[in-house]
C-alpha cells in the first residue's frame, strides 16, 4: 500500500504492480467478462467526453493549421485552400517580423512558466506544511488562502491591473510615496516591469491551487512515520526533508506537470491585465497565438503555432515523465511502509 | 467480454464519426429564407450605461415593432468584450442572430466573410433608399464599390472637450483650434500635476482613431488605392511621432497616459487634473462622472489651418455602429423590415437622443437635440470633417499592428525614452510585416 | 506537528508564523483594495489610492444588481458550475479506479492521452468546439450550444483530466487489502469502490471537487461565446461592469466580493473533509 508504492506512475503503473482484477482474480466470484469488461465500462464516460471536446477538436486544429483560413474562408472553413506547410514555415521562420516575435514570446512564457510554477509550488507546499499543526485560526487561515483560488478571475486580475496603475495604483503609492524605494513612480503595466507584474499576479492566483493539492496530499501520509522519526531523533526540519517531501513525492510529480502546462498555456491573466496586445516583456504565447488568430482573423496561421506549441509541450512532458519516473523508481527505503502495512492489516 | 469491447470500440467509432460530421463546415451555408416569419433574433450592442440600461431603451420600441408587423423581436445586448467574437463563431458556424450590430470599423472584415446581407440598390429601397443616410457614415460600411455590408444606425464623432475652469484659470479664452494652439495651450496648464491633454495610450482603437486622422492631415493614409498596407510613408511616420511628441516632446501630456486602456483619462479629465479630450461623444460619461454640463466645453478637434474640412483638414474618423442582417437568416423579409424600423426617422431620433450619438438619418437630423452645446459640434464634423477609417479587409490586423506600435511608442516617451523619426519608422515597418501578405 | 509528541522548536514555529502572516498579507492585500474600492463613490475610486476611503457610500452593492443582471449569471454559474463538477467527481471516480485497480490493454494510451489534452492552447479548441456543437444540434436536435449543458458539457471534460490524474493517486494509496477484503465478503467491485475506496479517498475527491467547480467557476473564454443573454455566467457577466465608455470599478468590486462570498463559505465547510485524515477513514 502506502503513498510510496503509489508513486508508482500512472504511465508505468502497467508495470510494476499487480492487480487485483488479474492476479487475483480467482477469489472474485463474477465471470470473465464481467472481470475484464468493467475497466473499459468504468472508463468509457471519461473517454467519450474527451474524445468529444478535447481530441476530435484538436484533430481539427491540426487540419486547419494547414489551411489559410482567414476571414475570407471562416464561412466554412473545409472550402480554405491548403497551404501545405505554408504556416508553419512562417511561424519558424525566426529572421521575419512574425517568427521573430513568436520565439520572442516563446522564450519570454518559458521564463515566466519556470518562474511562476517555482514560486507557486514553493509557497503551496510551504503553506501546507505550516498548517499541518492544528492552531487557533487555522480553518479560517485556510478559507482566507483559498480565497484568490475562489474569486472571479476577471475580478481578481482586474484589481490588480487596478493596483498596478502608474499614477493612483496602490503599489506604486506603497513603494514610491509611502517608503520612498524608487524616484519616481514605475510603470507596472507597460514597459519591463509588465513581467514582474504579470508574475505576481499569476503567483497570487496560483499557489492556491497547490496549496491545496498538497494539502490534500499530506493527508495520506500516515503519523506513525512520524512518530518513528521523531523516536529516531529527527527534528522537524529533518522530518519535512526526509518524510514530507518524499512522501509527497507522486503528488507532486502530478502538480507540478499541470501546473507548468496551465501556466504555459495561461490566456485569462495576461488578456485582463494588459487587453489585446501585451508589451513585449510579458507577451505570454497563449496571447500571441490569440492574436495572431482571433485579433487578425488569421486561424491557420493561429493553428500552426499551436501545433508547435502542442509538440513543444509534449516533448517537455515527456522528459519530465521519463525523468521523474526513474527518480521515483529509485529505491527509496519503503522498509518502514511496509511494516506498517502488515501492522494494519 | 468480447461483446463489451465491441460495444466500447463501437460507441467510440460512433462518437469519432458524429464529430468528423461536425468537422464539415458550419452553415447551412445557402441563402436565407421566410421560414420563419414571426420571429426576429437581434444582438445589439452596448450603447448604453450597462446592458440592462439597454434593454430598458429597446424594448419598448421592439414592442412597438412587434405591434406594427407581428413580428416578434428577440434581443439580447451583447458586451463589447465579446461582440467580435460571437460574430465570428457564428460566422462560422452559421448559427447566428437575424439582426446584429456591429462596429462600423468591422464592416469590410465581416464584408469580406461574405456571411452578411449585401446592401445593393434593391434592399436599400426596401428601407426607404440610399439618400436617407448621411454620406460620411455610408462611407464605413463596407469596401468601395462594392455593396454596403451594413447600413448606419448611430454615428459618432472625436471633438475637444475642454474644461471651462482650468481655461479661465489658465487665462485662455478660446479653445485651440490648431495643433500648435492646442501644445501653446497645453503647455500653459501643465504645470503643478496638472496636465493639458488627456490619451488613452494603451488603448489600440483609440490610438487608430488618433494617428488615422493626423495621418489624413499629413496627406498619408496608411493603405494604397489598391488596399496594400503603407505604413512607413513620410505623412504616416510624422503623423504618428506627431500624436506620441504630445507626451514625448511637448510634455502635454501626463506619461502616466501611456497605461490608459480604460477610459481613465475622462475620469481625469472630470476630476479636474487634465483640461482637454479629444473624445467621441463623452457627454454622457462626463455626467456619470459627477461633471456637470456647464463645466465643459466643446470645439471641433484641431486641424492644422485651424478650419475644418475635407483631406488635410479632417478632424474626426467617422465613429459609430452599423446594422446588418445575416444572409442566412430565416426571416429576411422581416429582418429588412426591422431594419427599417429602426433607421426610420423617429426611431432615430430616439433612440440617437438616448444614446447620445447623432442619427445617421438626414431627416432625423433637424431634431433639435441634435443642435444643442454637445451635439451640434460632432453633427457639423461628421457633415463636412469626418472621414472613414480605411474600407479594406485587413482593417482588423492594422488596428491591431498599428495600435500596438503606438502603444509602444507611448511606453518608451514614457520611461523617458527618445522618440525618433527614425524610431517611429523602425516599429511602423515591423507593423507593416506583421501585415499578410498577398 | 501534532504527530510528533515532541513540541517543535522554536526555529519552525517562529519562521511559520513569519512566513504565514506575510503570505496572508499578500493574500488579503488585493482583496482589501476590493473591499474599500466597493464602498467608494466612482469618482474617488478612479482617484489617487488611499488606505481609508473618504467618503463612504454602499451605493455600489445596491446599482449591481441593476447595472447587469447579476443574480441571473450567478444562477447560471451554480447551475453550471454545479453539475459540471458532480457529472466529473463521478466520472473521474470511475476512470481512476479503472486505471488503479485494473490491468487492461491501452491503460497507458489512455493515461497518456488524457494528459496531452493538457498541452493544446484553449483558443484553439474554440472554434472547432463550437463547430461540433452546431452540428451535433442541427443533427439530433439536441441544442448544446448556447445552453448551460453545453457549457456543462465541456466544462466537465475540462476537469476530468486532472481529476482523474490525482484520483488515480489517492486511489493508489489506500491499502488494497481494504477493497480486497471487502471483494472477499462478497461486494461487487463497485460496492467496494464506494463502501471503501471513497471513503478512504474523501480528501482528494473534495480536492478533486473544488478544483472542478473552480475551472467551471472562473472560465471566460468558452463562457463568452457559448452563452446567450440567458445562459451568461458570472466569469463573463462580470464584464458587463465595463461598458463601451465607463469601467464602474466601484461596482466590479462590489459584484466580485457578493458573489465569492458564498463560495469561501463553502470552502469554510468544506475544508474539514480536506484534512480527515486517510488513516482515520480507512483503516479500522
Same mark, same amino acid.
Not at chain 1, 516575435?101 to 503553506?127: D, E, K, P, Q
Not at chain 1, 520612498?180 to 499576479?201: Q, Y
Given at each position: ?345 | ?438 | ?62 446599482? !449591481?444588481?441593476?447595472?447587469? &443582471? *447579476?443574480?441571473?449569471?450567478? =444562477? @447560471?454559474?451554480?447551475?453550471?458550475? %454545479?453539475? #459540471? ?37 484553449? !483558443?484553439?479548441?474554440?472554434? &472547432? *468546439?463550437?463547430?461540433?456543437? =452546431? @452540428?451535433?444540434?442541427?443533427?439530433? %436536435?439536441? #441544442? ?141
Amino acid at each position: 500500500m502506502t503513498t510510496t508504492t503509489a508513486s508508482a506512475q500512472p504511465g508505468e503503473r502497467t508495470v510494476g504492480k499487480s492487480s487485483p482484477g488479474t492476479a487475483r482474480g480467482p477469489r472474485r466470484r463474477p465471470g470473465r467478462i464481467r472481470r475484464l469488461g468493467l475497466p473499459y465500462l468504468l472508463l468509457l464516460p471519461a473517454l467519450l467526453l474527451e474524445l468529444l471536446v478535447h481530441l476530435v477538436p484538436m484533430v481539427i486544429g491540426v487540419v486547419m493549421s494547414f489551411k489559410e483560413l482567414t476571414q475570407f474562408y471562416i464561412r466554412d472553413w473545409t472550402t480554405a485552400p491548403w497551404t501545405g506547410l505554408d504556416n508553419f514555415t512562417m511561424s519558424v521562420d525566426f529572421d521575419a517580423p512574425v517568427g521573430e516575435a513568436l520565439l520572442h514570446s516563446f522564450l519570454v512564457t518559458c521564463a515566466f512558466t519556470v518562474l511562476s510554477v517555482g514560486l507557486c509550488w514553493l509557497i503551496g507546499t510551504a503553506a501546507a506544511i505550516c498548517m499541518q499543526d492544528t492552531f487557533r485560526g487555522r480553518g479560517l487561515l485556510r478559507a482566507i488562502f483559498l480565497v484568490p483560488y475562489a474569486l472571479p478571475v476577471y475580478a481578481a486580475v482586474i484589481t490588480w491591473a487596478f493596483m498596478f496603475q502608474h499614477d493612483n495604483g496602490l503599489v506604486n503609492h506603497v513603494l514610491h510615496d509611502q517608503l520612498g524605494l524608487t524616484d519616481k513612480p514605475s510603470f507596472w503595466l507597460i514597459g519591463d516591469n509588465s513581467f514582474v507584474a504579470l508574475l505576481v499576479v499569476s503567483v497570487w492566483k496560483g499557489w492556491p491551487f497547490a496549496f491545496l493539492i498538497v494539502m490534500a496530499g499530506l493527508q495520506n501520509i500516515p503519523r506513525e512515520l512520524y512518530e518513528a522519526a521523531a523516536l529516531d531523533g529527527a527534528g522537524v526540519w529533518q522530518q519535512i526533508r526526509r518524510i514530507t517531501l518524499p512522501s509527497l513525492r507522486p503528488v507532486n510529480q502530478v502538480l507540478v506537470l499541470v501546473l507548468f502546462l496551465w501556466t504555459f498555456n495561461d490566456f485569462n491573466t495576461p488578456f485582463v491585465l494588459f487587453g489585446k496586445a501585451a508589451p513585449e516583456a510579458a507577451d505570454l504565447i497563449s496571447l500571441h497565438i490569440y492574436q495572431s488568430s482571433f485579433v487578425t482573423w488569421n486561424f491557420g496561421t493561429g493553428s500552426a503555432m499551436s501545433v508547435l506549441l502542442l509538440l513543444f509541450l509534449l516533448l517537455v512532458t515527456g522528459v519530465y515523465l521519463f525523468l521523474t519516473s526513474r527518480a521515483t523508481r529509485a529505491p527509496r527505503t519503503p522498509r518502514k511502509h511496509e511494516e506498517r502495512r502488515t501492522a494494519d492489516a | 467480454m468480447r461483446s463489451i469491447r465491441a460495444a466500447a470500440v463501437g460507441a467510440v467509432t460512433l462518437s469519432l464519426a458524429l464529430a468528423a460530421t461536425a468537422c464539415g463546415g458550419g452553415s447551412s451555408s445557402g441563402g436565407g429564407s421566410n421560414d420563419s416569419p414571426k420571429e426576429l433574433t437581434y444582438w445589439a450592442s452596448n450603447q448604453g450605461a450597462g446592458v440592462e440600461v439597454d434593454k430598458k431603451v429597446l424594448q419598448p420600441e421592439l414592442d412597438k415593432f412587434e405591434k406594427e408587423t407581428g413580428i416578434k423581436v428577440k434581443l439580447e445586448v451583447v458586451p463589447w468584450s465579446d461582440l467580435l467574437n460571437r460574430i465570428l463563431t457564428a460566422t462560422t458556424s452559421g448559427q447566428g442572430p437575424d439582426v446584429l450590430n456591429i462596429g462600423n470599423t468591422w464592416s469590410a472584415s465581416l464584408q469580406a466573410t461574405g456571411a452578411l446581407l449585401p446592401w445593393d440598390a434593391k434592399n436599400f429601397e426596401k428601407i426607404g433608399g440610399r439618400d436617407r443616410f448621411v454620406d460620411s457614415a455610408l462611407g464605413s460600411t463596407g469596401v468601395q464599390g462594392q455593396d454596403p455590408a451594413a447600413v448606419p444606425l448611430y454615428s459618432m464623432a472625436y471633438a475637444l472637450y475642454y474644461n471651462k475652469r482650468m481655461f479661465a484659470d489658465a487665462g485662455i479664452t478660446k479653445p485651440p483650434a490648431t495643433w500648435d494652439e492646442l501644445v501653446a495651450t497645453g503647455k500653459k496648464i501643465s504645470k503643478g500635476g496638472k496636465w493639458g491633454l488627456g490619451a488613452e495610450g494603451a488603448n489600440l482603437s483609440n490610438n487608430i482613431h488618433q494617428v488615422f486622422v493626423l495621418g489624413k492631415q499629413h496627406g498619408a493614409d496608411f493603405f494604397t488605392a489598391d488596399g496594400k498596407p503603407d505604413f512607413t510613408s513620410d505623412g504616416a511616420v510624422a503623423a504618428v511621432k506627431q500624436y506620441v511628441d504630445l507626451m514625448a516632446a511637448d510634455k502635454v501630456v501626463a506619461p502616466g497616459n501611456a497605461e490608459y486602456a480604460q477610459n481613465q483619462s475622462l475620469s481625469d479629465f472630470a476630476k479636474g487634473r487634465t483640461a482637454m479630450v479629444l473624445w467621441q461623444t463623452a457627454s454622457a460619461t462626463f455626467k456619470t462622472m459627477g461633471m456637470k454640463d456647464d463645466e465643459w466645453g466643446v470645439a471641433p478637434a484641431p486641424v492644422p489651418s485651424g478650419t475644418p474640412g475635407a483631406d488635410r483638414a479632417t478632424n474626426s474618423m467617422v465613429a459609430g455602429i452599423n446594422m446588418a442582417v445575416f444572409k442566412n437568416s430565416d426571416n429576411l423579409d422581416g429582418a429588412t423590415r426591422f431594419v427599417k424600423f429602426m433607421t426610420s426617422d423617429a426611431e432615430q431620433k430616439l433612440l440617437n437622443k438616448a444614446y447620445g450619438s447623432i442619427p445617421p438619418v438626414k431627416a432625423a437630423q433637424s431634431d433639435p437635440a441634435f443642435n444643442t452645446q454637445a451635439t451640434a459640434v460632432l453633427r457639423e464634423t461628421l457633415a463636412t470633417s469626418a472621414a472613414a477609417l480605411p474600407q479594406v479587409s485587413d482593417e482588423s490586423q492594422f488596428e491591431t499592428a498599428v495600435g500596438t506600435a503606438v502603444k509602444e511608442l507611448f511606453a518608451d516617451a514614457a520611461a523617458g525614452r527618445e522618440v525618433t523619426t527614425e524610431s517611429v519608422k523602425e516599429k511602423l515597418a515591423k507593423a507593416q510585416q506583421q501585415m499578410p501578405n498577398k | 506537528m501534532p504527530r510528533s509528541p515532541m513540541a517543535a522548536p522554536r526555529s519552525f514555529t517562529w519562521t511559520r508564523r513569519v512566513f504565514l502572516t506575510l503570505l496572508t498579507g499578500f493574500v488579503l492585500l488585493p482583496v482589501y483594495v476590493m473591499v474599500s474600492s466597493s464602498l467608494k463613490p466612482l469618482e474617488d475610486v478612479a482617484g489617487q489610492f488611499h488606505w481609508l476611503p473618504g467618503n463612504l457610500t454602499v451605493r455600489p452593492y445596491i446599482d !449591481i444588481w441593476s447595472t447587469v &443582471p *447579476l443574480a441571473k449569471y450567478f =444562477v @447560471n454559474s451554480l447551475i453550471v458550475a %454545479g453539475a #459540471a463538477t458532480a457529472c466529473s467527481v463521478v466520472i473521474a471516480v470511475f476512470a481512476a479506479y479503472a486505471v488503479s485497480r485494473y490491468e487492461f490493454r491501452g491503460k497507458r494510451v489512455f493515461s497518456v492521452a488524457v494528459l496531452s489534452t493538457q498541452m493544446f492552447p484553449g !483558443i484553439l479548441f474554440l472554434l &472547432p *468546439l463550437f463547430l461540433i456543437y =452546431v @452540428n451535433i444540434g442541427n443533427a439530433t %436536435g439536441i #441544442a448544446l450550444f448556447g445552453s448551460r449543458g453545453g457549457l456543462i458539457l465541456t466544462y466537465l471534460t475540462f476537469s476530468l483530466p486532472f481529476s482523474i490524474w490525482m484520483l488515480i493517486g489517492y486511489f493508489d494509496s489506500v491499502p488494497r487489502d481494504l477493497d480486497e477484503a471487502a471483494l472477499v465478503d462478497g461486494c461487487g467491485p463497485l460496492r467496494a469502490l464506494f463502501k471503501v475506496v471513497v471513503p478512504a479517498a474523501v480528501p482528494g475527491i473534495v480536492a478533486v471537487a473544488v478544483y472542478a467547480f473552480m475551472t467551471a467557476w472562473g472560465e471566460v473564454l468558452f463562457a463568452s461565446v457559448m452563452t446567450n443573454d440567458a445562459t451568461r455566467t458570472l466569469a463573463v457577466g462580470l464584464q458587463g461592469y465595463s461598458t463601451q465608455n465607463d469601467v464602474y470599478w466601484n461596482q466590479i468590486m462590489a459584484a466580485s466580493l457578493v458573489v465569492s462570498v458564498p463560495v469561501v463559505a463553502g470552502f469554510l465547510l468544506l475544508q474539514r473533509y480536506l484534512v480527515a485524515g486517510l488513516t482515520a477513514g480507512a483503516v479500522k
